[in-house]
C-alpha cells in the first residue's frame, strides 16, 4: 500500500503563485510515476503533470505548460507541484495518484491506470 498527502492549497489572487506537495510514504518502490489531477465542479478529473520517478522525466497538459512545474525530492520521497501565474480556470481542487507501472520512462495522462490517490487540496483563484 501507498499512502499520498497532498498539502500547500489555497486562496490566491489572478497571477499569484502556490507549491503544492505531495508526501508518499508506504511501498513506494523506486520504478512507478507521480500525477498531478484536477477536477472542478462539474467536471471530470484532468491531468495536470506528472514525473517518472526513477527517471525524472515530465509531462504537462498544454494548459499548464510554462506556468507549472513538478519536481520530485528523493530524500523526502515528495512530489512537488509549483504553480505560477494562477489563472481562476486553475481552482479546483488537486490530487496526486501513484502508478506502480508507469510507461517506459514517462507518466501517464490516465486518471485510470493510477492505483494511488491522496484525499485532494483545494486551489481558488480570485479574479
Known amino acids: 500500500q501507498v499512502q499520498l498527502v497532498e498539502s500547500g492549497g489555497g486562496l490566491v489572487q489572478t497571477g499569484g503563485s502556490l507549491r503544492l506537495s505531495c508526501a508518499a510514504s508506504?511501498?513506494?518502490?523506486?520504478?512507478?510515476?507521480v500525477g498531478w489531477f484536477r477536477q472542478a465542479p462539474g467536471n471530470e478529473r484532468e491531468f495536470v503533470a506528472g514525473i517518472n520517478w526513477s527517471t525524472g522525466s515530465t509531462r504537462y497538459a498544454d494548459s499548464v505548460k510554462g506556468r507549472f512545474t513538478i519536481s520530485r525530492d528523493n530524500s523526502k520521497n515528495t512530489v512537488y507541484l509549483q504553480m505560477n501565474s494562477l489563472k481562476p480556470e486553475d481552482t479546483a481542487v488537486y490530487y496526486c495518484?501513484?502508478?506502480?507501472?508507469?510507461?517506459?520512462?514517462?507518466?501517464?495522462?490516465?486518471?485510470?491506470?493510477?492505483?494511488?490517490w491522496g484525499q485532494g487540496t483545494q486551489v481558488t483563484v480570485s479574479s
Open positions: 495518484a501513484a502508478d506502480r507501472s508507469p510507461p517506459y520512462s514517462s507518466a501517464s495522462s490516465l486518471p485510470g491506470v493510477y492505483d494511488y
Open positions: 508506504g511501498r513506494t518502490g523506486s520504478r512507478y510515476a
